[in-house]
C-alpha cells in the first residue's frame, strides 16, 4: 500500500510565497515589498517648494505681495510678459536680490536632506546625519583653511567664493564621515546608534581643535569664519548659486539613481549580496555622493545643523520607510523647510536678520532628542 504524501499547509510561505515553494534568491527577504514614491507625495513636496520659494521672495524687511511676486517672477519666463503692479525697485528686491537666496535655500536644503536620508540608509542608522556624524565639521574645517590661507583671494565668505573651497569641503567632509565610521566600528561590527554619534562627536571635537588652532594663527579671520560658522544665505548674486549647482547635480543624480540599492542594504549585507549586490562598493559610492553634497551645502551657507535630521526622519514617518520615496521627498522637503527657515531668520528680528543655523538649531536639537529616545523602535 502506497504511503500517501503529507499534508500541504494551506498558509503561505514566509515572506506571503506560496506553499511548499523553496525560497529563491529573487524573492523579497522581508514581509512585504516597500511601497514606492506615491503621486500624491511628489505632489506635495513639490507644491511645497513652490509655497516656500513665494514666501522667501514675498516676506522680508519689505514685504510684497505674494500675488505680485508671482507674477514677476513669471515674467522671467521666455514670452511672458504681465503686469505685477510692483514699482521698478520692488521689482528688482525680488529679482536680483531675494530669487538667488531662494533659490540658494532651496539647493542647499535639499542638499542636507538628501544627504541625511542618504547616510541613514548606509549605516542603517535613523540618527545618521551631516551635522551629528561630523561630515559639516570636517567641510567646515576644509573651507577654514581656504578662508584663513587666503587660496581664493579674499576674506569675504559671502561673496565671490573660490572655486577651491567646494573640493575643501568636500576632502574634510570624506575623511570626518570615515573616521567616525571607523570609530563607530571599532568595537566590532554592531554599531548602536549611540555609538555611531558618540563616534561623531569625538571626530567633531577632533576638528573643532583643528579649526580653533587654525583661526589662533589667523586672527583677522576669525570675524569672516565666525560669522560664516553660524550658518548663512546671504548672497550678492547668482556666483554662490552657480557655484554649487554642478555639485548638487552629481549628488541628486547618484543618490537617487541608487535609492532602491538602500533599500537592500537595509536586510543586511549577505542578503543583499545574495541578491547580486556589492555592499561595500555601494555603501563606498553612495557616501561619496552624499559628503560631496554635504560639502557644496557648507562651502557656502556655513554649518546648519539639523536640516539631515528633521526632513528624513519626518518623511520617513509620514510617507513609508522606502529609500525609494525617503530620498526623492527629502530632496524637496529639504529644499523647503530651508527656504520657510530663512523667512523666519530675516523677519523674527527684522531688521536684524538672525544666522539661520541658530533657527534650525532651535528646532533640531528638541527634535533629536525626541528621536533618540524611539532610535530603539525604529531602527532596523
Known sequence: MPTPAPPRSDRPGPAGRPPGRRRDRTDPVRPGRPAGLRPRWLLLGVLSVLVAGLAGLAFGPVSLPPGSVALEVANLLPGVHLRSGLTEQEAAIVTQLRLPRVVLGLLVGGMLALAGGCYQGVFRNPLADPHLLGVAAGAGLGVTVV??????????????????????????????????????????????????????????????????????????????????????????????????????????????????????LSVGDDEAASLGLHPQRSRYLLVAAASLGTAAAVSVSGLIGFVGLIVPHTVRLLGGASYRSILPLSLLFGGAFLALTDVLARTAAAPVEIPIGVVTAFFGAPFFVLVLRTAKRVLT
Open 147 to 264: 578662508i584663513t590661507l587666503r587660496l581664493g583671494g579674499t576674506g569675504d565668505v559671502t561673496a565671490d567664493l573660490p572655486a577651491t573651497v567646494p573640493l575643501a569641503a568636500f576632502v574634510g567632509a570624506t575623511g570626518a564621515v570615515l573616521l567616525t565610521y571607523l570609530l563607530g566600528a571599532a568595537g566590532g561590527r554592531d554599531r548602536s546608534p549611540a555609538t555611531l554619534i558618540l563616534a561623531g562627536v569625538a571626530v567633531s571635537a577632533f576638528l573643532a581643535a583643528g579649526q580653533t588652532y587654525l583661526l589662533q594663527r589667523h586672527a583677522d579671520a576669525i570675524r569672516e569664519v565666525y560669522s560664516w560658522l553660524l550658518g548663512r544665505l546671504a548672497t550678492a548674486g547668482w556666483h554662490d548659486v552657480l557655484l554649487v549647482l554642478p555639485y548638487a547635480a552629481v549628488t541628486a543624480v547618484v543618490v537617487l539613481a541608487h535609492r532602491r540599492e538602500l533599500d537592500v
